[in-house]
């Protein structure tokens, strides 16, 4: 048992005996006290990880079940508290990030209803009440739209309105510990629950959230920290309605980068991934079930001949990209497609030429690249690794330091998400 896990037990007990204490003393005080330690002003957990949420649940829900008023005091935070488990939660109710249970049985669904205070909101009542009657692969309603904490690396990417209910959550909260993320597309997880970057486990100061954009196309989350001589700024991009999604993250240093960098990202029990034949894509897939995923590794050349730029591979339970830097920045994406009928389309992606005042940007300064799925569906995805300039690739001029737009049949780039 790691530390965080006996910390979280620690403070799950004290939970219990202050709902023990309210039950058979009617002493109010010791949860007042614990709701306001342990919930910030959002009613977001600051110390428990996204799977023990679940348990404080179900211990309210019990204590509910002995005494069926709760105090005023307590309305807000709990609802709050409901709606922060709703927006982390799988179709099923299940916890994301947590691949140990995922069945029924482990949804907050019920335990919801029971632990609502009685003067909730209506959004509140609307929001669990959807959550209660919907099927299996229904979007959860209203409380469950994409949604980023203020001052804490927690977010999720939601395909907001969307059947499917695709999400990215995001977990970094801590400094010590490894990124958690869990991209659910189609109905199933494909990737995580770690996200992590080699040098990171030096990292010291606590990640901090650089940017939060969600607009009806995309939704984005970027933060940075710092593992000794790294400075790391992840981004996670989610494209709505188009299941695609994106992870990269920018290392940095103050002199040239010499080793090669390297990215982990772990897969879900059940999934599997196999490599192309004639390419660097791994297909993920899940015995007896339909659908798959891509994971394209764009920072490297599409054709899978030897080269010394890099690798992309499977270790055990994870993919690893393996990039050798060219300067003192470096960007390391990987691009997912989930989409069904695309995903059939033969796939190809090129890394293209940045110019800046007619001359050619280094790659530690910028990085373009093209990805098409078959002739009709091409995308093209810009980072400015330095200080954003006025740049030029395939044509088009922008400012932007991130891009991600439509490559149209008239050669012209149409944006989707544009980050100044």
Request: hydrophobic residues 40%; contains cysteine; proline residues 6%.
């Amino acid at each position: 048992m790691n530390e965080d896990e006996t910390v979280g037990q620690k403070i799950v007990g004290r939970l219990t005996q202050s709902l023990t204490e309210w039950v058979c003393q009617g002493n109010e005080q010791p949860l007042t006290r614990w709701l306001d330690r342990e919930l910030d002003s959002e009613g977001v957990p600051i110390r428990l990880a996204i799977p023990e949420w679940h348990e404080c649940l179900r211990v309210l829900a019990s204590a509910r079940k002995e005494r069926r008023d709760w105090p005023v005091a307590w309305e807000q935070p709990i609802t709050r508290l409901i709606q922060t488990i709703l927006r982390f939660s799988r179709p099923d109710g299940s916890a994301c990030t947590d691949f140990a249970t995922s069945s029924r049985a482990s949804a907050p669904t019920q335990k919801s209803c029971e632990s609502k205070p009685e003067h909730s909101s209506k959004r509140v009542d609307r929001s669990v009440g959807g959550w209660l009657s919907q099927r299996k692969g229904e979007h959860p309603p209203g409380a469950l739209a994409a949604w980023a904490s203020t001052d804490r690396v927690l977010a999720v990417l939601r395909a907001d309105g969307l059947a499917t209910a695709d999400f990215l959550a995001i977990d970094h909260r801590h400094a010590r510990s490894d990124c958690r993320i869990e991209l659910f597309g189609a109905g199933r997880s494909w990737l995580g629950p770690s996200w992590t970057i080699d040098g990171e486990a030096g990292t010291t100061p606590r990640p901090r959230p650089q940017a939060w954009i969600s607009t009806s196309a995309a939704a984005l989350a970027e933060w940075s920290s710092r593992a000794g001589a790294l400075r790391l700024t992840r981004s996670t991009v989610l494209l709505r309605a188009r299941r695609l999604a994106l992870l990269a993250v920018l290392v940095e240093k103050s002199s040239k980068l010499s080793q090669s960098l390297e990215v982990r990202v772990s897969l879900p029990p059940a999934v599997t991934a196999a490599p192309d034949k004639n390419s660097r894509v791994f297909l993920l897939t899940e015995p007896k079930e339909r659908g798959s995923a891509l994971v394209l590794p764009i920072g490297l050349p599409c054709a899978a001949y030897a080269t010394d730029r890099g690798k992309f591979q499977t270790e055990g339970d994870a993919l690893v990209l393996n990039q050798t830097p060219m300067g003192r920045r470096s960007w390391l994406p990987l691009l997912v497609s989930w989409d069904s009928l695309r995903n059939r389309k033969d796939v190809n992606w090129r890394i293209l030429t940045v110019s800046e005042r007619s001359q050619i940007v280094s790659p530690d300064r910028a990085f373009a690249a093209r990805v098409s799925w078959g002739r009709h569906e091409t995308y093209v995805i810009y980072r400015s690794l330095g200080p954003p300039a006025t740049r030029a690739f395939l044509g088009y001029q922008t400012r932007a330091r991130f891009l991600v737009g439509l490559f149209t049949t008239d050669a012209t780039v149409e944006p989707i998400l544009e980050v100044n």
